[in-house]
């Protein structure tokens, strides 16, 4: 994604969907390469062909997000499950009358509620396996439950839009739904590229830009796309700069200097010779430790959302973007195959990378229980963060008189004005049923106030 279109939309609503193909073997290298990778922060990512049940959902977490997911289809391994994960500047509900979980047809479906309008979001899924007459026939009795306007859809669709399908375009356009991707999404050695995954919006004037992103963890490209509903004004969507990072990297060039700088310089054992010693260290901790503020905003890297990310692993995510574009390019219409050993190379290196991202992440929280041995509070901590087991925020909003308001002060003072008036509200609806019926007086009826 360029600076300029970043610069242009960051500031709207957002959303990112890609197959990862099995969370369990690219869940973590999807986070670190097409999630960490970018500056922005997406409003919404989807995710299909997660082979993960919903109860399984806490394993795989982003920073700052809230996960729902769809249980996956019934004694079937492969190719099912979907998953959408929401940023915590929106506030969301889950749809339970529009998610689905068919052999034909997955589907999960939120609502977004502290926008300018609630924006209907769904993911989607179709098993190759299953019938495309049953799917669409499913999905367009779906289409008739779901709100006319501001609805978006997304997901791996698995008919390809390059080519002419008469019954699936009717479906789609009869129900004001236009896709936003036309190029291909889906590629792979021996094969003709497909466009098999889209995002569908009923809103064509919200559309600021959509595409395809080179970063892949699967034969799915991951797409995206920006809508002109404006982010919630907080903030928190302001990512705040850490004082010091104290990364596994740093940690090392931190003790390699205490080697050569300080275990060989010699001190005097007085206070003039001890402050000297004190002096040095300070400076090595400035040094190795302290982040820059101007290099963190320039920076891709997130130092929360996974710190065993190292400089040398995006340096390596970046290298082997270099190997896939060099293999994309060698590819024509009369050899879709490509130059074999470039692919052989970046598929080699691929691999390669994914062993080390796993590796990474084993070894920090292998150190992090090492620290922590002896103290069962802290170890049981640590267990309850990899299982997801974590406190969240919940922000406070609040509808009043049909606005959102997020202030703490208006939504108490909201509550303390709507539970004093619940007896006069009771004793005013009680007199006007009472003098349509009868004569009864007014004041006989009314209940008293406590």
């Not at 007459?133 to 997901?155: A, C, D, H, Q, R």
């Amino acid at each position: 994604m360029s600076k300029k279109l970043y610069s242009k939309c960051a500031q709207h609503f957002s959303c990112l969907c890609n197959n990862i193909d099995g969370n369990a073997a690219n869940f973590d290298v999807f986070a670190a390469e097409v999630v960490g990778q970018h500056k922005h922060s997406f409003s919404v990512i989807a995710i299909t062909e997660t082979n993960i049940n919903a109860c399984h959902k806490d394993l795989y977490r982003l920073s700052d997000y809230t996960s729902e997911y769809n249980e996956k289809f019934e004694d079937k391994r492969k190719g099912t499950g979907i998953g959408i994960y929401v940023h915590n500047d929106y506030i969301f509900n889950r749809n339970k009358k529009f998610c689905r979980c068919t052999k034909n047809l997955e589907c999960l479906f939120i609502t977004i509620t502290n926008l300018e309008v609630p924006v209907t979001v769904g993911v989607f899924y179709r098993p190759p396996s299953g019938s495309v007459k049953e799917f669409l026939s499913e999905w367009e009795g779906l289409l008739e439950e779901l709100p006319k306007t501001n609805v978006l859809l997304m997901g791996d669709f698995n008919i390809d839009l390059l080519k002419p399908n008469a019954d699936f375009e009717n479906v789609f356009y009869s129900s004001n739904l236009i896709p936003t991707i036309s190029v291909a999404t889906h590629e792979k050695p021996g094969c003709r590229p497909s466009l098999i995954d889209n995002i569908f919006i009923n809103n064509s004037d919200g559309l600021r830009s959509a595409g395809v992103l080179d970063n892949r963890v699967s034969h799915h490209s991951p797409i995206f796309c920006f809508l002109d509903y404006k982010k919630p004004s907080t903030v928190e969507n302001e990512i705040k700069c850490p004082k010091y990072d104290y990364c596994n990297s740093n940690i090392d060039t931190f003790l390699e200097k205490i080697c050569t700088d300080v275990m060989e310089k010699s001190y005097d054992c007085d206070e003039s010779g001890f402050a000297g010693f004190v002096g040095d260290i300070k400076g090595l901790v400035e040094s190795c430790f302290r982040v820059d503020e101007k290099q963190f905003k320039k920076s891709r890297r997130n130092f929360y959302t996974n710190p065993w990310i190292t400089p040398g692993i995006i340096a390596s995510v970046n290298k082997k973007h270099f190997y896939y574009k060099m293999w994309k390019k060698s590819k024509s219409r009369h050899d879709l195959n490509g130059d074999s050993l470039a692919y052989d190379k970046y598929k080699s290196y691929r691999r390669y990378l994914k062993k080390i991202i796993k590796l990474a992440k084993k070894n920090h929280y292998s150190k992090k229980f090492e620290n922590v041995n002896g103290d069962l509070k802290k170890t049981w901590g640590l267990i309850n963060e990899l299982r997801g087991k974590v406190k969240q925020n919940i922000k406070a909003s609040f509808i009043i008189d049909r606005k959102l308001v997020e202030d703490r002060r208006e939504i108490a003072n909201g509550f303390n004005k709507f539970f004093a008036s619940v007896a006069k509200n009771l004793n005013t609806k009680i007199c006007s049923s009472t003098l349509n019926h009868s004569d009864t007086d007014c004041d006989s009826a009314l209940i008293p106030l406590l």
